[in-house]
């Protein structure tokens, strides 16, 4: 059973920066793409950053760009984002997920999710 557990989430100020980490188990992600969505209250599911679980090459979202960095460690299956300077607007649902192939940023095309995690920023 796959399963993408994410953690790191939690409340802080403007300006200040939090780690979100997501394990995967349950089968190989060698073929996969990993990233980051995430839904603020009444808003669709928005592209964060993605990054390819062979070769390490990445992508990130116009509003996080400079800002938020993904990285991945396959030893541990874990996949990280990094949030500087954060803002009252990145407060949303953050979302792991995992995609065959390119990550195309699209939700719909997602083939697994986490469960979300919340992250908070106050101004």
């Known amino acids: 059973q796959v399963q993408l557990v994410e953690s790191g989430g939690g409340l802080v100020q403007a300006g200040g920066s939090l780690r979100l980490s997501c394990a995967a188990s349950?089968?190989?992600?060698?073929?996969?793409?990993m990233g980051w969505f995430r839904q603020a209250p009444g808003k669709e599911r928005e592209f964060v950053a993605a990054?390819?679980?062979?070769?390490?090459?990445?992508s990130s979202g116009d509003s996080v760009k400079g800002r938020f960095t993904i990285s991945r460690d396959n030893a541990k299956n874990t996949v990280y984002l990094q949030m500087n300077s954060l803002k009252p607007e990145d407060t949303a649902v953050y979302f792991c997920?995992?995609?065959?192939?390119?990550?195309?940023?699209?939700?719909?095309?997602?083939?697994?999710w986490g469960q979300g995690t919340q992250v908070t920023v106050s101004s």
């Open positions: 990054i390819t679980w062979v070769g390490g090459s990445t």
């Open positions: 349950g089968r190989t992600f060698s073929g996969y793409s």
């Open positions: 997920a995992a995609e065959l192939g390119r990550m195309y940023r699209d939700a719909a095309r997602i083939d697994y």
